[in-house]
C-alpha cells in the first residue's frame, strides 16, 4: 500500500493537463452559441441595474470606470483563450489552477467560483423584479408591494420575483445544455437590439452640460465604481465552464472569450455615456429600472420605455440562466475531481446534465437573492470575480514555464507583459473593495480551508492510486515492496 501523501504534497499537487474521458456531458455548442453565452452572461446586470449604484460613486466619470473595467477583463480574456485553448475542460479557472498552482490553490479558487457564481446569480435575480415591476406598471397600472419585490435593506422582506426566475431557469437548464444555449441566444439577440434602441433614442436628449463635473469624486470615486461594476464581465468566466460541451474546443473558447468581449465592452460604454449625457448625474442613486425611466422622459412617450422594460426582463433571465449554468459545471467538476461528495458529478443520461447539482445551486441562489442585501451581493461578486482572474493571469506565466510545448490553439500576445498587467489591474481593483467585503471574503477562504482539510484532501482523486490491471492467469507473480 502507498505512503500516505503529506499534507504539503497534498497542498502542491498538479492535476494532468488532459480532457477527462467518458464524463457524460455531450458537446453540442457551436461558436455563435457560446460568444452569446459570454454576452448573455455579462451584458444585464452591469447596464440594467449597476449603473444606479456606480453613477452616484464616479458621476460622469462612469465611463471610465467601465473603461478600466473593460481593459481589465480584455487583458484576463487573453490569458482565458490561451488557458481555455490549452486545458479545455470545464471548471474555468479553478481547472486551470489545478493545472498550473496545485490542488489547495485550485479548491480556493474554486471556492471563490462557487462565491462569485452565487452571489453574482442573487444580485443579478434581485434586479429583476425592478423591471418586472416597470413593465407591470406600464401595461397594467399596478406594481408589486415592496415586501414581496424588492430586497431587505430597499423596503423588502423578502424578494419573491427573484425566486421565481431562479426556479424557471432551472427547469430550462435540467432539459438540457443545447436547449439551454438556443433560448439564450434568442433572449440575447433580443437584448442586444433593445440597447441598440437605448442608445439610438437616447442620444437625442443628450446633453454635455450633464458631464460637468466629469468626476466629482475624483478618480478615487472613479476606481470605487469599477471595482463596484467588474462584477457584471463573469460572463466572460462562463464561456470557459463550458469546456467539456463545446465542439472544436482548442478553437472555440478563445474565439467566443474575445468575441463576448469586443461586443460587451462596446455596449456597456455606448449605454453608460448616453445614459449619463441624457440625465444628470445626481438623479441616478436609487433609480429603479433606471434606463426605462430615462428613455421616458427623453421622449416622453411611453412605448420606447415599455420596449427597453421587456427586453431588461428577458436580458436579466439570460444572465441569471448563463450563471446557474456556469456554477453547477464547476461544481460537477469540483465533485469529479473528489473534492466534494460525488452525487454533484452524476450526469442523467437522457438529456447529460447534472441534474441534481443544478437543483442544488438554484435553491441556493435563489435564498441568496430573496433574503441578503443587494449592496452586499455585488462587492462580493466583484472580490471573487477578481481573485479568478488573477490567477488565470497567473496561470499563463506558470505554464509557459512548465509545459512549454503544450498544444496552444491561442497564445497571448505580448506575453509575459499582458499577463503581468492583467495581474497588476486585478489587484488595483481588489484594492476598492469596502473592508467588510475583505472580511466576508476571509470568512468564506476560512470554510473552505476547513473543508478541504477535513473532507476534499483525503477524498481528492490524486490522493486514490490508479487501480492496476490484474495479472494473466499464466503470469508469473511479482511482488513490490513499498518505499
Not at 10 to 19: G, W
Amino acid at each position: 500500500m502507498p505512503p500516505q501523501s503529506t499534507l504539503r504534497r497534498q497542498l502542491l499537487r498538479r492535476r494532468p493537463i488532459s480532457a477527462p474521458s467518458g464524463s457524460g456531458l455531450h458537446r453540442t455548442i457551436g461558436p455563435f452559441q457560446l460568444t452569446m453565452i459570454g454576452v448573455g452572461g455579462t451584458i444585464g446586470t452591469g447596464i440594467f441595474f449597476a449603473l444606479s449604484a456606480a453613477v452616484p460613486e464616479a458621476g460622469p466619470g462612469v465611463v471610465l470606470s467601465f473603461l478600466i473595467a473593460a481593459v481589465t477583463a480584455g487583458l484576463t480574456a487573453l490569458c482565458y483563450a490561451e488557458l481555455a485553448s490549452a486545458v479545455p475542460v470545464s471548471g474555468s479557472s479553478y481547472s486551470y489552477a489545478y493545472a498550473t498552482l496545485g490542488e489547495f490553490a485550485a479548491w480556493a479558487v474554486g471556492w471563490c467560483l462557487l462565491l462569485e457564481y452565487a452571489v453574482s446569480g442573487s444580485a443579478i435575480a434581485v434586479s429583476w423584479g425592478q423591471y418586472l415591476n416597470d413593465l407591470t406598471q406600464r401595461l397594467f397600472g399596478f406594481a408589486m408591494p415592496a415586501a414581496i419585490s424588492a430586497p431587505p435593506g430597499s423596503g423588502g422582506y423578502v424578494n419573491l420575483p427573484s425566486a421565481v426566475l431562479v426556479g424557471l431557469c432551472c427547469l430550462l437548464l435540467v432539459r438540457g445544455a443545447k436547449e439551454s444555449a438556443l433560448v439564450n441566444t434568442v433572449m440575447v439577440l433580443l437584448k442586444l437590439a433593445v440597447l441598440v434602441l437605448f442608445v439610438a433614442v437616447g442620444a437625442t436628449g443628450f446633453h454635455s452640460a450633464h458631464l460637468h463635473p466629469f468626476a466629482p469624486m475624483g478618480a478615487a470615486g472613479i476606481g470605487t465604481a469599477a471595482s463596484t461594476i467588474f462584477f457584471s464581465f463573469i460572463g466572460l468566466d462562463a464561456v470557459s465552464t463550458a469546456g467539456e460541451e463545446v465542439r472544436n474546443p482548442r478553437r472555440t473558447l478563445p474565439m467566443a472569450i474575445i468575441g463576448a468581449l469586443c461586443v460587451v465592452t462596446a455596449i456597456y460604454v455606448a449605454v453608460a455615456l448616453i445614459g449619463v449625457g441624457a440625465q444628470p448625474w445626481t438623479r441616478f442613486r436609487g433609480q429603479d429600472a433606471g434606463l426605462s425611466s430615462i428613455l421616458a422622459e427623453v421622449t416622453h412617450a411611453g412605448w420606447p420605455a415599455l420596449v427597453l422594460s421587456v427586453g431588461a426582463v428577458l436580458s436579466i433571465v439570460s444572465v441569471t440562466l448563463v450563471v446557474l449554468y456556469g456554477q453547477s459545471r464547476i461544481l460537477y467538476t469540483m465533485s469529479r475531481d473528489g473534492m466534494l461528495p460525488s452525487v454533484f458529478a452524476r450526469v442523467n443520461p437522457r438529456n447529460g446534465t447534472p441534474v441534481f447539482t443544478t437543483v442544488v445551486v438554484s435553491v441556493f441562489v435563489a435564498t441568496l437573492a430573496a433574503v441578503v442585501p443587494l449592496d452586499v451581493l455585488t462587492d462580493l461578486t466583484s472580490m471573487g470575480t477578481l481573485v479568478a482572474f488573477a490567477v488565470v493571469s497567473l496561470g499563463v506565466l506558470i505554464l509557459r514555464r512548465t509545459a512549454p510545448d503544450l498544444e496552444r490553439g491561442f497564445r497571448v500576445p505580448g506575453y509575459p507583459v499582458v499577463p503581468l498587467l492583467s495581474l497588476a489591474a486585478c489587484v488595483y481593483l481588489i484594492t476598492g473593495l469596502s473592508r467588510l467585503t475583505f472580511l466576508l471574503f476571509a470568512a468564506w477562504l476560512a470554510l473552505a480551508l476547513a473543508v478541504y482539510l477535513l473532507y476534499s484532501r483525503k477524498h481528492s482523486q490524486l490522493e486514490t492510486p490508479a487501480p492496476t490491471a490484474p495479472a494473466a492467469p499464466d503470469a508469473p507473480s511479482r511482488t513490490t515492496s513499498s518505499p
